[in-house]
Nanobody, 123 residues
Framework: QVQLVESGGRLVQAGGSLRLSCAAS????????MGWFRQAPGKEREFVASISMNGGSTYYADSVKGRFTISRDNGNKLVYLQMNSLKPEDTAVYYCAASTWGLPRREDDYDYWGQGTQVTVSQ
């Protein structure tokens, strides 16, 4: 069955770093663009970053540009989100998702979603 399983979320202090992982199974990983979204308390889910099928292109939300890096390992069916210089406003449940198209930024363009992993950034 199709699965996306996020891991790596934890409590971290502002200014710290964290690397999230997403393990994919049950579909042809290399045929899907991958993305990260997040949902903070009291807010709707928002786009964070996306990466093309072969990893050659990436796109980031302005709020994380320069701080976060998305990458993928197609051989191991993994996508990562390296988060540096974390801020309290980065606190959210982070979700990975898979899309059959391009460098998607819209939720509706994604076909599969993980269950999420909690990232909490304290002051």
């Amino acid at each position: 069955q199709v699965q996306l399983v996020e891991s790596g979320g934890r409590l971290v202090q502002a200014g710290g770093s964290l690397r999230l992982s997403c393990a994919a199974s049950g579909f042809t990983f290399s045929s899907y663009a991958m993305g990260w979204f997040r949902q903070a308390p009291g807010k709707e889910r928002e786009f964070v970053a996306s990466i093309s099928m072969n990893g050659g292109s990436t796109y980031y939300a302005d709020s994380v540009k320069g701080r976060f890096t998305i990458s993928r390992d197609n051989g191991n069916k993994l996508v990562y989100l390296q988060m540096n210089s974390l801020k309290p406003e980065d606190t959210a449940v982070y979700y990975c998702a898979a899309s059959t198209w391009g460098l998607p930024r819209r939720e509706d363009d994604y076909d599969y979603w993980g269950q999420g992993t909690q990232v909490t950034v304290s002051q």
